[in-house]
């Protein structure tokens, strides 16, 4: 991905060169040039095309974003409420994520879940530790850590 991105940099200033406009336009016309190239010579270039990537990575801080504004607004909930019903507890988490990028990025999502945190990861880095508020929900937790985070960080990392 970095080699495409740099490529694609080197294209945009030599454009740039060739067109004798050195302005935010002309390196954007460059780039966005560059950017075709790129998508027609991806045969011969061993990676993915690297906007995809961009794109999955672009998704994955919306949704870092979002499960902030949520859980800020949830933990405030609990706050604010004159009385605590909660059920505090602790779960495991069978992950398919294998590299220690990826198992890092899904404990720091995890904290970001209401009253969640993971305590320890396996040796294996297959199963996560969890600390929960609410355990009773703790199946419909690891449902959602599975379908949200997991499958997101897979597209970035995988694909």
Same mark, same amino acid.
């Given at each position: 991905?970095? !080699?495409?991105? /740099?490529?694609?940099?080197?294209?945009?200033?030599?454009?740039? !060169?060739?067109?004798?406009?050195?302005?935010?336009?002309?390196?954007?016309?460059?780039?966005?040039? %560059?950017?075709?190239?790129?998508?027609?010579?991806? +045969?011969? /270039?061993? &990676?993915? !095309?690297?906007?995809?990537?961009? &794109?999955?990575?672009?998704?994955?801080?919306?949704?870092?974003?979002?499960?902030?504004?949520?859980?800020?607004?949830?933990?405030?909930?609990?706050?604010?409420?004159?009385?605590?019903? /909660?059920?505090? %507890?602790?779960?495991?988490?069978?992950?398919?994520?294998?590299?220690?990028?990826?198992?890092?990025?899904?404990?720091?999502?995890?904290?970001?879940?209401? %009253?969640?945190?993971?305590?320890?990861?396996?040796?294996? +880095?297959?199963?996560? &530790?969890?600390?929960?508020?609410?355990?009773?929900?703790?199946?419909?937790?690891?449902?959602?850590?599975?379908?949200?985070?997991? +499958?997101?960080?897979?597209?970035?990392? +995988?694909?």
């Amino acid at each position: 991905m970095s !080699f495409q991105i /740099i490529l694609n940099l080197i294209l945009a200033f030599v454009w740039m !060169f060739l067109t004798n406009n050195w302005s935010y336009q002309g390196f954007t016309i460059g780039y966005l040039i %560059g950017l075709v190239c790129i998508y027609f010579l991806r +045969r011969f /270039i061993p &990676y993915s !095309f690297y906007v995809r990537k961009l &794109y999955f990575i672009i998704r994955i801080l919306l949704l870092f974003f979002t499960e902030l504004v949520v859980s800020s607004y949830d933990v405030l909930k609990h706050v604010v409420s004159p009385k605590l019903n /909660i059920q505090p %507890g602790i779960f495991t988490l069978h992950t398919e994520l294998d590299t220690e990028w990826e198992i890092t990025i899904l404990s720091l999502l995890i904290a970001l879940t209401p %009253g969640t945190v993971t305590l320890e990861i396996s040796p294996q +880095r297959n199963i996560l &530790y969890i600390h929960a508020m609410d355990v009773p929900k703790a199946e419909v937790t690891v449902t959602l850590i599975k379908e949200k985070f997991e +499958r997101k960080i897979m597209e970035v990392s +995988r694909k």
